[in-house]
Structures are given as structure tokens and as C-alpha cells.
């Protein structure tokens, strides 16, 4: 178990998660900070405008790192772009885009929402071969925000296997960050598959709420203050410092899962639209040293070389494992996320 204070580093209010959407007749289902609403599509006057839609968490990171990519592709090129953004959870923003919100780029949870898209043509088979380090852009973990003074004294995964203990966690349906944390506390079993639903099961009975995303749960737990325990990104917990809005040390379990965010250009629709160039040139952008940078400054681990040098002493260490031992997001979402599968199982046995 680690137990760290967390430095102050950078965080997105919980306002308006859509930024610079123009009115065309063309309208679709966009999810923003949790609410699904109707909303026009993005006009496309030119192939020099794109729409990034992202999960919530991520909001902060791209406010800052959107303008300095407009400003890098203007010096090399000559050309005035424009890149439209979109937030909310993971899961809600892949459904938004299957039933069509025209994304050029999507960086979601995890890439489990990727091979949705893939499923539907959306995206080309092999997209993790496009970029660096397999289309991960960051890492983080889970961690577990605890009461001031932590009078439930929770240490590990197994102090949440406890009746008394109130947990807000996020929906897995719609968050990309629940998914993370379930799966985290599934392989905290060690590979016991009851023992892991059994544990689930009852860290899931003492859930009175699940929030669509994590930023909705972070608030669940820090403005509303529901529960004794709260289950998130540790970059949610880096940018609560930032705010003030928690000031109280975290628990990092350990091990603990590494969680992977991906990003991924959406082909069929920059084939459409005529900005495979200029979305292409944006995945790149964000493993730049300026990019990853900013990463690190709001609270998300590092994937490249010298954003690993320049994260240095500011993330505790922990011991990580991979999706992969669950046999990898492509298993995981078949066997507990898919209608009928354990964690609709699980949910029907703790309501």
C-alpha cells in the first residue's frame, strides 16, 4: 500500500464539456459531464477543422494542449486549423459517435470503446499500430480518496470487502474509469474467480450511487460528500489538490492496475471530411514533450521518454500490472460488460 499527498498540479471545472460546437440541421446524441443531450453537428466548412471527443477526466489536459498544437501547425505549415472538443464518460462518447457524432479523433478510457468503434467501421482494423507505444497516450492507476482522518481505516482492496463501508464508484456501463476499477478489484483476487465475485459482489452492495464518469463521481464524494471511500483515476485526485477541493492523502493499493488511455484517429470519418492530415498530425502531436508535459502537469502518468524525466519524483512508485492479465480489453468487455455478463450479473445480486 502506498499513502501519499499529492502535489498541486492542474484540473477543468465541471462546467460545459462541449467547446466550440457550430448549428447545422444535422443533429445527434452527445453526452457532456454525464447528460445526454440532442446538439447540432459540428459545421465543416474545410479540411482544417476537427473534433476531438475525449472522457471527461481529460478536459484540463486539452484546454491547454489544443491551442499550442493550432500554434505548432501554423509555424510548420502555414496553415489556421481548428480542433472542436467534446467530453464525457467513455462509454457514453463512444455510443455518441456510433450513432453519429462525426469525431475526427477519439481519445477514450480505454480501448475497449476503440474496438467498438472498430466493430461498427469506424475505425480501421490494426489502429493501435498507427501511433507510438501501441496509441496509449498516458497512464495512471486507481487510487482511493478516504475520509479525513480515514476513520474507516482503509488501507487496501481488501478493507473494502467490509459492510460498514460506503463506496462511490462510478456506472461501468457508461464510465470508462469504472470499468478500470472494476477490473482493478477483480484481479486483486489473484486469480480466484470466485473469490473475485464474491469480493465484487459485496464491495458493489455498499454502492448507493453509481455516477456516470468520474468527474461526476469525484463530486459525488467531494462536494456532496457521499460515502467513506471513493474509487477514481489517481489523475482526478492529483487535479482535486489543484482545485482545493481535497486536501486529504490518497491510498494507492498495490499492486494495482496500470490504466492505458488511448487515442485513435476515426477513418471512415476523416475520410469523409478530408482531415486524415490534419487528425493524424494531432496523435502525433500529443506524444510530443510539450504534450506529455502537460499530461503530467494534470495528474496523468507519462508514456514517453522524456515525459518519464520530467515526471520524475512527481508520481509515488507502485506495483502495476496490465490488462492483459485478464486476457486483454477485448476479453474483459465480453465477459463482464456485455448484456447479460458478470457485471450485470453482479448488479442484479446487490439491488
Do not use: C
Request: net charge positive; charged share 25%.
Amino acid at each position: 500500500m502506498v499513502s501519499f499527498s499529492i502535489r498541486s498540479l492542474g484540473r477543468a471545472s465541471p462546467g460545459l464539456a462541449l467547446a466550440g460546437l457550430a448549428s447545422t440541421p444535422i443533429a445527434a446524441s452527445l453526452t457532456l459531464t454525464g447528460t445526454s443531450l440532442l446538439v447540432a453537428q459540428p459545421a465543416r466548412a474545410n479540411s482544417n477543422e476537427i473534433l476531438l471527443v475525449s472522457y471527461a477526466v481529460t478536459k484540463a489536459a486539452y484546454d491547454k494542449i489544443i491551442p499550442l498544437f493550432v500554434a505548432d501547425y501554423k509555424k510548420k505549415t502555414g496553415e489556421t486549423v481548428r480542433v472542436k472538443s467534446s467530453y464525457g464518460g467513455s462509454g457514453s462518447q463512444t455510443r455518441a459517435v456510433i450513432d453519429g457524432l462525426e469525431a475526427d479523433v477519439v481519445g477514450l478510457a480505454l480501448a475497449a470503446d476503440v474496438y467498438k468503434l472498430q466493430d461498427k467501421g469506424l475505425v480501421d482494423l490494426g489502429w493501435e499500430r498507427e501511433l507510438p507505444n501501441q496509441s496509449i497516450i498516458t497512464n495512471s492507476t486507481v487510487v482511493l480518496f478516504v475520509r479525513p482522518g480515514n476513520p474507516k481505516k482503509i488501507q487496501s482492496w481488501n478493507d473494502l470487502d467490509n459492510k460498514n463501508v460506503d463506496v462511490i464508484t462510478a456506472n461501468p456501463k457508461t464510465s470508462g474509469g469504472a470499468r478500470w476499477n472494476f477490473a482493478a478489484l477483480w484481479g486483486s483476487a489473484g486469480g480466484d474467480e470466485q473469490k473475485a465475485r464474491n469480493f465484487i459482489t459485496t464491495v458493489y452492495r455498499n454502492v448507493d450511487v453509481l455516477p456516470k464518469d468520474a468527474r461526476e463521481a469525484t463530486d459525488t464524494f467531494v462536494k456532496r460528500r457521499k460515502g467513506d471511500v471513493l474509487l477514481n483515476y489517481e489523475n482526478e485526485a492529483i487535479l482535486a489538490r489543484k482545485t482545493g477541493e481535497w486536501t486529504e492523502p490518497v491510498k494507492i493499493p498495490s499492486p494495482n492496475i496500470l490504466i492505458e488511455g488511448p487515442i485513435a484517429v476515426v477513418d471512415k470519418n476523416v475520410n469523409k471530411h478530408g482531415t486524415r492530415k490534419l487528425a493524424e498530425a494531432f496523435g502525433r502531436f500529443l506524444y510530443t514533450p510539450t504534450a506529455q508535459k502537460i499530461f503530467v502537469d494534470n495528474g496523468f502518468r507519462p508514456v514517453t521518454i522524456e515525459g518519464k524525466a520530467y515526471a520524475q519524483g512527481k508520481f509515488p512508485a507502485v506495483n502495476t500490472w496490465r490488462i492483459t492479465k485478464l486476457g486483454g480489453w477485448k476479453v474483459v468487455d465480453k465477459k463482464f460488460f456485455s448484456k447479460g455478463a458478470i457485471w450485470d450479473q453482479i448488479f442484479a445480486k446487490t439491488r
